[in-house]
């Protein structure tokens, strides 16, 4: 069974950069889709990026494009979401996801079956 377990959150003011990281274990990830999903105070949770595993196809969304990057590390499965410029809005919740890859959907919260716990992001003015 897939474990997913992430790291790096903290307190930090807008402006600076933060590095997420997920350890993913359980299964060979090859035809996997990874992601990074966040949920606000208050709000839903929403996606944040995704990629595919077998050859890193990437996918962002617009709020995050340009200043964060999701990358996957095939010698010890793990994830990482490099988060630059951070702004008081990105102050979420930060989810790891996995599921197997069908080419479509990477935006959406069902395509994903296995999710971490979270990592708290939190962004001062």
């Known amino acids: 069974q897939v474990q997913l377990v992430e790291s790096g959150g903290g307190l930090v003011q807008a402006g600076v950069s933060l590095r997420l990281s997920c350890a993913a274990s359980g299964r060979t990830f090859s035809s996997y889709r990874m992601a990074w999903f966040r949920q606000p105070p208050g709000k839903e949770r929403e996606f944040v990026a995704a990629?595919?595993?077998?050859?890193?196809?990437?996918y962002y969304a617009d709020s995050v494009k340009g200043r964060f990057t999701i990358s996957r590390h095939s010698i010890n499965n793990t994830v990482s979401l490099q988060m630059n410029s951070l702004k008081p809005e990105d102050t979420a919740v930060y989810y790891c996801?996995?599921?197997?890859?069908?080419?479509?959907?990477?935006?959406?919260?069902?395509?994903?079956?296995?999710w971490g716990q979270g990592t708290q992001v939190t962004v001062s003015s």
């Open positions: 996801a996995a599921g197997p890859d069908y080419g479509l959907g990477y935006t959406e919260r069902r395509y994903y079956s296995s």
């Open positions: 990629i595919r595993w077998s050859d890193a196809y990437t």
